[in-house]
């Protein structure tokens, strides 16, 4: 798609009459044949040109008119007549969306985020960021015979007391690099409000001011005064070394159009849109004033001018007034400085290079400001070392218009808030659910923790980043993820050696600070179906038996077993057969029911254990076979295979990856999705792939679990160090795991033959600490007490089947024993394992702190497997000591109050009604099922999520518990026939305003004839 924000080629656009003010009278005097003359010197510029580098502060790309003729109300001439002489990119972006990150990447060659800085800006008081050994563009111009200064805005950092405000300034500008310095030490509305020259205050900040923040300041010191003066210090620079032999690096970062908006008294109301408007045109002057002294002194023939932005327009500028006066700060782009969308990041980028670049020309090259090293570099055809500039490419192909290729293989976006974001041909992959910065939907807000993890946008149709295409395009999240992943491990983004990068970078930070810490809503699956939005809770057969035994008997004991047992009113639902030879393919290409192990069908299995008051489970592969080669896999019968698991009615389907050599995980996976929307019956897809292809990834765009380990044990008997070995596997991927996706350690192996009573304890403690499906393995018709105590213990459920769906991790291992927390739940309380691992018992002491809560605090602890009476414990940050039995845990609840309430446990009566009309006379029919809540917190009334057929009518009536769902079917009229449709429930839980886990009910009707007349 064209953009239509982009500069044409060769347009200039034509400057507004000469204002009759004295101060900017040149600004408009130099669009004579003077400055036209730069453009058309031809003789080959010596080796080393002169680098002008202008920096503007929080200038959006739509700010400079000829790059935003339709929507740009603010006159640029010098910045038009600027990219008229010479090339504007239609595609820079800068590091990051604020400005000392950015500044850190145009000095470095180096993204921000690779430093300590991870998120939000330095003051003006705070200490260096670029480290004293590192290389930056200025060393590197010096080291060949530059001479370096830089006027304006630093922002990255140095030691400046604050004690002593006559104390020298240490640390700064001529410590990395440059041979002069004058200006401010941070933004302008950052204290100290002071000129420093060099290393020393002009004035000291003796007195207090404040322009936004208040703070120190020099007496003399107005901020209105700073922008005409940083101009005429770097027109006094130029001139004095137009006489020099040596070239000249001129770093020119200016503290405009940043607040405190202040154009001086000339410009106010030149603009005719308000002060912004006014002290962008005062911008534009100052960048005609350095234009004008280059030509005036003779060196414009020979420097290399570049004038770009920090990052895009701040909301400060009344963002939303200027639109209401047609004027787009960021042309059309969504968002603004601060922003991980293109409107926080996307800049302009002019440059005027006579006899190298040719004039009126654009470049649609993805760039980033990282590139100043690499192409300062190339200019002197010199090699960097492999510690230096590990970001940066060079721009000469662009600017020599020699590129044929894309400069980067990818660039990448950083917000203020830390999130990322990858973009590489016309894809753009943010890894966060908002804005990442001032924008909605913003981070950590309840409409923005309801959206999809990622965000990926096609820039070349969508250049407002409007449509998420994540969910359509699983396959390209998970390349630019991966991509985006080596590009952090590598240390670097060009080719070289490895680096390391100053600090633990976490990708998806912007996500993981919008999770809650305690009540809030976290991210939905993607499908927006609203199944799993918490771990699935069933029984799977083959970790105790393998293929052979399955067969329907087996299933219907083990249903009636799980119904005996309490697991039900527990809240295990899923049932059905795994890998136990239950269809082949017919010569029609459909599945058919193996009838000499099932002999109702499985159609007829399912609406058994539907009766039951609970949900069918069954099993396939996503290859050309399953595993043991006994059943058809789903390869290239991806759509009827998933209408017969619709037919069947089936609620969960475990889909395996073997016998799919030559198949992508990715596509395959998302085939198999897409047809089971199409078959148009919701079922839980859990994906098996154990762990290959790195599902945590991409699994919840097209499923709701995902196998992230081996298996856990062969059939029949349990194995304990694998199983301790996929928990340490498991918990590095809790950041993966949330509402409709989780991670899946495999099916539990409590009860089964090899374990001892603790170590069934421990395994079931771990699966509902890291939010994992409690899938049971072992044989139900055969339990110990026990066994049953622990699989149906509520207070440990509770924890798994918490709304919040935070996965736990270890924030503490010492030896042998680990301390799991980081798992709020939905009443503000906090889960905490304490897991030994050892021989002996142990003592552990616990901390507020590493769990959750500020020290000094009175909080309840209620030991869950013991469930005696909450203990209080206050005055110390030690909540107390444990003792944990060798091989064992103690399992906790820790909350401010005595209340330990336990979220809803939906148990149904049936999840079929099957109706049948008798005759031909009109007649209403009626079926009723049952939803009891097994929870401590009372529901509100289900709604009817969906439309329903004309014939079918669904009414809800609460009387206490359980809640009484009525569907009325009127057949009057109906033709012969089977009708059959799928309602669909909704509630939220009270407490945490979590929604709850739909519910879905199937209604069978039949009407033997046609039956006339109305009623």
Request: proline share 7%; hydrophobic share 40%; with cysteine.
């Amino acid at each position: 798609m064209t953009d239509p924000f982009a500069i044409p080629a060769g347009v200039v656009h034509r400057p507004l009459a000469k204002p009759t003010t004295s101060m900017p009278s040149q600004f408009y005097s130099i669009l004579g044949a003077g400055l036209l003359s730069v453009v058309a010197l031809a003789a080959e510029p010596p080796a080393k040109p002169n680098i002008v580098f202008i920096l503007a502060d929080d200038l959006g790309y739509g700010d400079v008119h000829c790059l935003n003729p339709e929507h740009g109300k603010i006159a640029t001439p010098m910045l038009d007549q600027l990219a008229a002489q010479g090339m504007a990119f239609t595609e820079a972006h800068s590091s990051s969306a604020v400005c000392t990150p950015t500044r850190y990447g145009i000095l470095t060659g180096r993204y921000n985020w690779r430093s300590r800085l991870q998120q939000g800006v330095l003051l003006g008081y705070s200490t260096p960021l670029i480290a004293a050994d590192r290389l930056t563009v200025p060393a590197l111009l010096k080291q060949h015979g530059y001479a370096t200064a830089c006027i304006g805005k630093w922002h990255l950092g140095m030691t400046i007391s604050k004690e002593d405000p006559h104390a020298p300034v240490g640390d700064g500008p001529l410590t990395r690099g440059f041979d002069q310095y004058f200006g401010i030490s941070a933004s302008l509305d950052m204290a100290p409000f002071a000129f420093i020259e060099n290393d020393h205050f002009t004035e000291a900040p003796t007195a207090e001011k404040q322009w936004v923040r208040k703070g120190a300041a020099a007496p003399g010191f107005e901020a209105v005064d700073v922008l005409p003066t940083l101009t005429r210090k770097a027109v006094e620079f130029i001139g004095d070394r137009a006489t020099a032999k040596q070239p000249f690096f001129l770093y020119l970062p200016l503290a405009s159009p940043h607040t405190p908006i202040v154009p001086t008294k000339e410009w106010q109301g030149k603009s005719g849109i308000g002060k912004y408007g006014d002290f962008v045109m005062e911008t534009d002057w100052a960048v005609g004033e350095v234009l004008a002294a280059l030509e005036k002194n003779g060196v414009a023939g020979n420097t290399l001018v570049i004038f770009t932005s920090d990052n895009g327009c701040s909301p400060a500028a009344d963002t939303k007034g200027l639109e209401q006066q047609g004027h787009l700060a960021s042309a059309g782009r969504r968002g603004y400085k601060a922003d991980i969308f293109d409107g926080g990041h996307r800049i302009p980028f002019l440059a005027r290079w006579p006899g190298q670049i040719k004039p009126g020309t654009r470049s649609d090259q993805a760039i980033c400001l990282t590139d100043l090293m690499a192409t300062c570099a190339g200019i002197l055809d010199a090699k960097l070392p492999d510690n230096a500039g590990e970001d940066s490419v060079s721009l000469l192909p662009a600017f020599l218009g020699t590129a044929d290729q894309p400069l980067h293989e990818a660039v990448v976006h950083h917000s203020i808030n830390g999130s990322f974001a990858i973009r590489q041909g016309q894809w753009k992959l943010a890894l966060c659910p908002d804005s990442g910065g001032w924008s909605e939907p913003k981070p950590g807000k309840t409409n923005s923790l309801e959206l999809p993890p990622v965000q990926l946008f096609d820039t070349t149709k969508d250049i407002a980043e409007q449509t998420n295409e994540a969910a359509a395009h699983p396959e390209v999240v998970a390349r630019l993820t991966k991509l985006l992943e080596r590009i952090v491990a590598d240390g670097r983004s060009t080719t070289g050696p490895p680096q390391r990068n100053d600090a633990e970078i976490v990708i998806h930070k912007g996500r993981k600070e919008a999770a809650p810490k305690t009540q809030a809503n976290r991210t939905i699956h993607a499908a927006q179906d609203g199944l799993a939005l918490t771990p699935p809770m069933g029984w799977y057969p083959w970790n105790m038996f393998g293929q052979e035994p399955q067969n329907e008997q087996l299933i219907r004991d083990t249903v009636a077993a799980l119904i005996a047992s309490g697991m039900k009113d527990a809240g295990y639902s899923y049932v059905g057969p795994d890998e136990g030879i239950c269809f082949s393919r017919g010569d029609d290409g459909k599945l058919t029911t193996n009838l000499a192990r099932y002999p109702s069908g499985l159609r007829g299995l399912g609406d058994h254990i539907h009766r039951q008051g609970l949900k069918y489970a069954l099993y396939t592969d996503a290859g050309t076979l399953t595993c043991s080669k006994a059943m058809p896999g789903t390869k290239d019968h991806e759509v009827e295979d998933m209408q017969s698991f619709a037919d069947w009615r089936t609620d969960y389907l475990k889909i395996d990856w073997c016998n799919t050599k030559g198949q992508e995980i990715i596509a395959t996976y998302t085939k198999l999705h897409d047809a089971q929307h199409t078959a148009g019956r919701p079922l839980v897809h859990s994906l098996c792939s154990w762990g290959a292809g790195e599902p945590w990834l991409w699994g919840a765009l097209v499923g709701h679990l995902w196998r992230t380990t081996g298996d856990i044990c062969g059939p029949g008997k349990a194995n304990w160090p694998e199983a301790m070995s996929i928990v340490a596997q498991n918990e590095k991927l809790s950041q993966w795991a949330r509402p409709g996706g989780w991670n899946d350690p495999d099916m539990l192996i409590v009860g089964m033959p090899g374990l001892s009573k603790a170590q069934n304890r421990t395994i079931f403690s771990l699966w509902c600490m890291m939010a994992a499906p409690l899938m049971a393995g072992n044989d139900l018709r055969d339990m110990t007490p026990e066994t049953i105590r622990i699989l149906t213990n509520k207070e440990a459920v509770g924890v798994n089947q918490d709304p919040l769906g935070v996965q736990g991790r270890i924030v503490r291992a010492a030896g042998k024993v680990d301390v799991w927390a980081g798992k709020p739940l939905f009443d503000g309380s906090q889960a905490v394992l304490l897991v030994n691992r050892g021989a002996s018992p142990e003592t552990v002491s616990l901390k507020l702190s590493e769990i959750g809560f500020p020290a000094q605090t009175e909080v309840f602890v209620r030991d869950l497997w013991r469930h005696g009476a909450a203990e209080a414990v206050s005055g110390s940050d030690g909540v107390r000591s444990f003792e944990v039995d060798a091989g064992d845990v103690v399992f906790l609840r820790v909350a401010k109050s005595n209340g330990f309430p336990l979220p809803p446990v939906i148990v149904a009566d049936s999840w079929l009604v099957s109706l049948r009309a008798g005759g031909t006379a009109p007649e209403k029919l009626t079926g009723v099922i049952r939803l009891a809540n097994k929870g401590s917190t009372e529901l509100p009334p289900w709604r009817v999520a969906k439309d329903l057929p004309a014939w079918l009518a669904v009414a809800v009536t609460k009387e206490g518990n359980p809640q009484t769902i009525t569907t009325t079917v009127a057949t009057a009229s109906l033709k012969k026939g089977l009708y059959h449709a799928v309602v669909r429930l909704d509630n939220t839980e009270p407490v945490s305003g979590k929604p709850m886990s739909a519910v879905y009910f199937d209604v069978d009707l039949e009407v033997p004839e046609d039956i006339a007349g109305g009623n």
